[in-house]
């Protein structure tokens, strides 16, 4: 069983936020995978699917951002998985826009979505997919990272960035694909 999740905050206020890309992400993925409504269980919306005779969850977790622990940790919990068996795909002010980094495990390097999770978790050993946002040195950090997305970034997004998550998130579950490769394969690209 495989659980993909994208952080951010619920609301209609925060859609297309730079905080929100990782629930931009499930939406395409939802898309991509043709499901229906979620259910609203765990403090999250949960999509469930098969693949390749696997049960797959999509997630997005709706506590606010620094409380992105708890509905990770209820799931993990409820369905006994292993930290290798979760993907959090979330914002990094600390890679360019539009970069894409896999990581198997860190810091939070500042993300409060990330330092809930390794402390409601226990451990820093789960799988990432970082999607840059950049930052502005003119702008506090909060208000950036709460700032919309422009429409020609909000383009980009949906055109390029999205796509490559869609594309690996696919080759992940579809082709069965190791995270150490997908690694090789798209970071630094």
Not at 17 to 42: Q, S, W
Not at 145 to 151: E, Q
């Amino acid at each position: 069983m495989k659980l993909i999740v994208g952080l951010g905050n619920p609301g209609c206020e925060y859609s297309y936020t730079r905080h929100n890309i990782g629930f931009l992400a499930i939406d395409k993925l939802v898309v991509k995978f043709n499901l229906t409504k979620p259910r609203n269980v765990f403090n999250a919306f949960v999509w469930e699917t098969a693949i390749n005779n696997e049960k797959v969850l999509f997630c997005q977790s709706q506590t606010f951002m620094n409380l992105s622990g708890d509905a990770v940790l209820l799931i993990k919990q409820f369905y006994k998985l292993t930290l290798e068996d979760i993907i959090v795909i979330y914002d990094d002010k600390d890679l360019a826009f539009n970069v894409i980094k896999l990581k198997k495990n860190g810091s939070s390097a500042g993300h409060n979505g990330i330092k809930d999770l390794i402390h409601k978790l226990g451990s820093e050993n789960f799988l990432r997919i970082k999607l840059g946002i950049g930052k502005h040195n003119q702008i506090p950090l909060r208000n950036w990272v709460l700032g919309k997305f422009s429409a020609d970034q909000l383009a980009i997004i949906n055109n390029d960035l999205l796509e490559r998550v869609s594309q690996i998130i696919s080759q992940y579950l579809v082709q069965g694909d190791s995270f150490d490769k997908l690694m090789s394969l798209y970071n630094g690209k």
